[in-house]
Structure formats: C-alpha cells, structure tokens
C-alpha cells in the first residue's frame, strides 16, 4: 500500500467489541491498532458520576491504514455499526509506512 491513510477513531469503550468485529470483517482493512486511552472534555455533563469524579472517561483508540480509495466502504460500515453513537475520528495522510528490522529473521 503506496498511497494510503490513517482513519483514527476514538469510540466510546462499550463500541469496542463490536467496532473489532466490523472491522475485521472488512476485506480493505489488512488489520489495524487498538488501545485504551482517557478522554477528557470541557463538556462532561455526559459523564456518568463515576467519570465526573475521575474527570474523564474511557475510550478505544482505533488506527486503521487503509488506501484512500477504501475510506467510503469503511466509513458507510463504522457509521452502522455506532449508530446513535456520537464518534469522533480524524483523517491524517500518512507520508511512509513500512516495517522495521528483518522480518526473516
């Protein structure tokens, strides 16, 4: 993959599961990064009383390379899969990719 992207999602901890399965459903997507991280916001009305106190809430941080040209597949696909689900994503080009060391080795 010459030209790609890098779709980064950061979804609400109880969409993980499910964004997993969509994902590697995908035939476009030849795998992708998944961690947990805190979010925090101004905006914490939202938060349950646990996350109010501990003044952020859990997310999952997907980061899927794809080919640019795949971006509406994937997209059409996650947007199901969140439904009423608010998910902030961003879209970065991504200048090189490739692997490090010898896989031979």
């Keep these: 993959m ?3 992207h890098l ?13 997993v399965d969509a994902l590697i459903g995908m035939e476009c997507v030849g795998g992708f990064t998944l961690g947990l991280v ?4 101004r ?7 646990r996350e109010q106190v ?8 997907f980061e899927v390379l794809h080919a640019p040209d795949d971006l509406v597949r994937i997209r ?6 969140c439904g009423t ?18 896989a031979k080795a």
């Design 2 to 4: 010459h030209d790609c």
């Design 7 to 19: 779709l980064v999602m950061v979804a609400p901890a109880e969409l993980k599961d499910d964004l």
């Design 38 to 41: 805190e979010g925090y916001s």
């Design 43 to 49: 905006a914490h009305s939202h938060f349950n009383l």
């Design 54 to 61: 501990q003044g952020h809430r859990a997310f999952c941080r």
């Design 76 to 81: 059409g696909e996650l947007d199901r899969v």
């Design 85 to 102: 689900e608010s998910v902030r994503y961003w879209l970065l080009p991504v200048a090189g990719q490739g692997h490090l060391g010898d």
